[in-house]
């Protein structure tokens, strides 16, 4: 995504760190004119320059941010298509199985009463575009972590339910922490076992 006014769109974290790098090429590049022109190179705003090294440093935190430790999902320049998938899983693992719910038919509703409590249903499920980046920008690995990060979480979702996104958000956004965890997990049953025997 080029960002060609800052403040029109919603961008992730990763849009602003592809931002930052882009000015400081573009710094860069006109510095170099100016010296194969014989000029002296332009002057660059402190203040804008500090901002810069601020928002990057914070934004490249690995303790914050899931970006660095998990490059399957955010790398390359496609989180959105890794975003879309998230999207798709959710509806898969949370709001069609709500048609179970409605399908049995034992609600004393008629079937446009049915599909009205449904769609209604599944339309509070769904993420809103800012919950969405909350969610690509900090990949929450647990429930108590998500809440904050969705408005409402406790009325619109079951436990069950929240415990399900963060499993959707792990499978998709932080693939290789997943990964490391099963490792993990099974490297001390193989220790448990080698103690036991």
Known sequence: MKILDAGTETISNLDVLAWIASKRAQHTSENAEDKAAGKEASPHPK?????????ER???????????????????????????????????????????????GDMGMTTEEVE???????????????????????????IEQLQPMVEGCEERFTPEEQQVVVDCIMEVYRVEDLERRRKAELAAEQDGAMEEG
């Open 116 to 142: 009205k409590a449904l769609s209604k249903e599944q339309d509070e499920k769904a993420l809103t575009e800012t919950e969405q980046l909350m969610l690509l920008n900090h990949a929450p690995s647990c």
């Open 47 to 55: 203040n804008f320059l500090d901002s810069l090294t601020k928002h």
């Open 58 to 104: 914070e934004l490249k935190n690995a303790k914050l941010y899931p970006y660095s430790s998990n490059p399957t999902a955010y790398t390359g320049g496609k989180h959105y298509e890794v975003m879309a998938r998230f999207d798709k899983l959710l509806m898969e693992r949370v709001c069609f199985p709500l048609e179970d719910k409605y399908k049995d």
